[in-house]
């Protein structure tokens, strides 16, 4: 993994843990580039996942879905998107 992705990976991965946090859900102990957002393993539903997209939008000032909804499963396609930019 490239150094910017890298980076990326660890935002995002910091930014779910504080999202758990302030939402008052634990932070699955798996939580990882593997886990998976909606019915997966990560407890977020649509809404949740388009609050996140937003805090992550404010934190690093890009916007990847701008043009329309890019299709992404798990953090590592998230991190892949971001990493594009």
Same mark, same amino acid.
């Given at each position: 993994?490239?150094?910017? =992705?890298?980076?990326?990976? =660890?935002?995002?991965?910091?930014?779910?843990? &504080?999202?758990?946090? &302030?939402?008052?859900?634990?932070?699955?102990?798996?939580?990882?580039?593997?886990?998976?957002?909606? =019915?997966?393993?990560?407890?977020?539903?649509?809404?949740?996942?388009?609050?996140?997209?937003?805090?992550?939008?404010?934190?690093?000032?890009?916007?990847?879905?701008?043009?329309?909804?890019?299709?992404?499963?798990?953090?590592?396609?998230?991190?892949?998107?971001?990493? &594009? =930019?």
């Amino acid at each position: 993994m490239a150094a910017a =992705q890298s980076e990326i990976a =660890q935002l995002i991965l910091d930014s779910l843990r &504080e999202f758990f946090d &302030e939402k008052k859900l634990p932070v699955p102990a798996t939580l990882g580039l593997d886990s998976t957002f909606l =019915q997966g393993d990560l407890p977020m539903d649509s809404l949740d996942l388009a609050v996140f997209l937003l805090i992550l939008e404010e934190k690093t000032g890009r916007d990847p879905f701008r043009d329309g909804f890019r299709s992404f499963n798990t953090v590592a396609d998230l991190v892949a998107i971001y990493a &594009e =930019q």
